[in-house]
């Protein structure tokens, strides 16, 4: 009787969470909130955006949580909501603490996969023998060779999936130059009054050779850009990949938080732009 009661009601909470989620008291976000930068806006709500992006990934999570709550309702079905639901809940308390998420909201998803575990545990020996026992008593089978031959792969696959992804981060994604990061535009000699000058250029660390205008109408133009750390030159081309046609073509001086960019810009108008460092966190 009382394993029952806790059954069925940790499947009434999974339910209102789930049709939560389905009738729009979940994964919802402000507009105040959507009129920050990113940079500014709380793990909480930056989570709640994300997973409120997608209506029909949303609704997935609901399905999941609304049919593993039926299921714990069910004494045959039991075991499995529970081993469905366990991950689900696990990555929820991952996310509500690493995000931010409100405490109590927490405290209710630790609860519940208290309740998961627990349910699971009646049946921990017989997953043991099916998960474990019976794999490592089959595993002659599955591939014959010797034993340090398969901890020599596992281990060869473990350093050139590492190498790669570290290769592909630090040196194909990245190549920094002393110029990396947002600047604001805080004045502007031109010779041509017509010329479309940016409001904010960012040179972007994590994407090499990426440089991208904000012009004061909010739209954003991605293009390529090299800097000379040892000539102070600076090119700009159309093209975020391909270079194309050259946009700016001229030099730089930095000092400190101060960045000039001196050159001609869009078919030889010369203009003179300095900027000041953001910070966009």
């Not at 507009?31 to 949303?58: A, C, I, Q």
């Not at 996969?113 to 921990?124: H, R």
Request: glycine share 10%; net charge positive.
């Amino acid at each position: 009787m009382g394993l029952a009661v806790v059954r069925y009601g940790a499947a009434l909470v999974l339910l209102v969470y789930g049709f939560a989620k389905v009738n729009g008291s979940q994964f919802t976000i402000l507009d105040s909130e959507l009129d920050k930068p990113m940079g500014h806006v709380s793990g909480f709500w930056l989570t709640w955006y994300y997973f409120g992006f997608s209506k029909f990934y949303g609704n997935l999570i609901a399905l999941a949580q609304i049919g593993g709550a039926m299921l714990l309702t069910f004494p045959r079905t039991t075991l499995l909501g529970a081993c469905l639901l366990a991950p689900i809940l696990a990555n929820i308390i991952l996310i509500d603490v690493f995000y931010g998420v409100e405490p109590g909201a927490t405290l209710v998803a630790i609860i519940l996969l208290g309740v998961m575990l627990a349910l699971i545990s009646d049946q921990f020996s017989s997953l043991v023998e099916l998960f474990w026992t019976r794999q490592k008593s089959a595993a002659g089978t599955s591939f014959a060779a010797a034993p340090a031959l398969k901890w020599a792969i596992r281990v060869g696959m473990l350093s050139a999936a590492f190498g790669f992804t570290y290769w592909v981060a630090n040196y194909n994604n990245r190549a920094p130059s002393p110029i990396d990061g947002a600047w604001e535009v805080i004045r502007v000699e031109s010779s041509d009054a017509t010329a479309r000058i940016p409001q904010r250029i960012y040179f972007e660390y994590n994407r090499a050779h990426m440089c991208v205008f904000k012009f004061a109408d909010g739209s954003y133009v991605t293009h390529y850009f090299q800097a000379n750390p040892d000539g102070r030159s600076l090119g700009i081309w159309k093209q975020s990949l391909s270079k194309g046609p050259e946009v700016f073509k001229g030099n730089y001086i930095l000092d400190g938080t101060m960045l000039t960019l001196r050159g001609d810009l869009d078919n030889g108008r010369n203009v003179v732009l300095e900027l000041e460092r953001r910070q966009v966190r």
